[in-house]
C-alpha cells in the first residue's frame, strides 16, 4: 500500500502542486491551507468547502498528521514545555514563552544535533534525525490548537533542539508556511532562525527567505570558540562575519543581527573577551543578546555571577552596542536555553540518566 501525503507541511506553492496532480483547482490549496492553519481542522470530511468526492478522494491518498504531545510541564511564571513524540519514535521538545505583549515559540528542527557546542544539553545527545517540515510546522499547529485556552503565538524562534541550517529544506518550507497570510501570518520580524555559524547555508538564505538571523557566537577569538562551538574549527569566525557582512548587505543597510552569547563562569566572561567581542563587531549591524548559562546534568559549567555579566554587558553598552540580558525562563522545568534533549534513554559524558530526565 502507498504511503500517504501528509499535508500538513505544504506550503501554498506545494499545495498547488500537489492539486495539480490529482487534477485539481489550485485555488483548492488557499482553502486547505486555511482549513489547516487558520481554523486548525485536520479531518478532510469537516471541510465543508470541499465536495464530498474530493472530500473521499483527499482521505484515501493523504493525511494532515501533526505530531504527539507525549507530555506537558508549566514552569511558575508561566512557561512551558511540550514533549513532542514523532512517528520515527524520536522525541523533541517545544518550548511555549509567554511575554508581556507576545507570545514566543521555541521549536526544534532536529532530534538531538551533531554540532556538540559544550554549554548545550542537546548537543549531549547526539544526533538522531531530522525533522520533516509536517514535523517543524506541527510544533506551531499544535501550539495554537493542541491547547484552545492558550493564546495563539505571535513569535517563532528556531532555537530549540537542532542545527537549523543543517535542515535547510524543511526548515525554509515550513517558515514559508508561518509567514504565509493564509496560515499564521508572521512578519519576518517575529520569525528567527538561529544557527552556530553554518556559512554556505547563511549565505543562501537571503534568496530562499525573508525571516530575522541569530548567531549562536559565545566568543569572539577562534581558540575559544573551537572549543565551546567546534563546528567553527570548520567555519571560523573571520568566514562567519564575512556571512554576516553579505547577508546585511543585501538587505542595504535595513536588517540587524542578533549576536547571541552565553555567559559561562571563567571561560568566556572575562572583560578582555567583552572587549575583543566589541572589536569584532564593530563593523556589524548588530544587537547582542547576552544568555546566563543554564545548567544541566553532565556539564561542569557554572553560570557567571551577576558582576561578571554587569561588567561584561557595560563594556558592549558603552562602545554604543543594543545589549539585552536574556530573562531566564522555563529553567524549573529544564525549559531554558541550552536545555533541550527531550526524553533520554542514552548516557550523557558517561551519566547514565534516568527515563525522563529532560535537561535540554
Known sequence: MEKKENLLGYSLETLEDFFKRIEEPKFRAKQLLKWIHQKGVIEFEMMTDFNRPL??????IAVIRPPQVDEVHVSPEGTKKYLIKLDSGSMVEMV???EKKRMTLCISSQAGCALQCTFCATGAQGFEKNLTAAEIIGQ???ANFYDSNDS???????????????NFTPVIESAKIMKDQLAYGLSRKRITISTSGITPQIDQLTSSIDVSLAISLHAPIDSLRDEIVPINKKYPIKMLINSCKNYLSFYEGKR????????IDGVNDSPELARQLTKLLSNISCKINLIPFNPFDGS???????DNINQFKNILMKKGFITTLRVTRGDAIDGACGQLVGKLTKS?????????????
Open 348 to 360: 550523557i559524558k558517561g551519566k547514565k540518566l534516568i527515563k525522563h530526565q529532560s535537561i535540554s
Open 96 to 98: 511555549r514563552i509567554p
Open 256 to 263: 540587524s543581527i542578533t549576536i547571541e552569547y552565553i555567559l
Open 140 to 142: 506551531v499547529w499544535l
Open 55 to 60: 472530500r473521499e478522494r483527499l482521505a484515501e
Open 300 to 306: 561542569n559549567y557554572t553560570r557567571s555571577n551577576k
Open 152 to 166: 495563539n503565538i505571535t513569535n517563532v524562534v528556531f532555537m530549540g533542539m537542532g542545527e537549523p541550517l543543517l
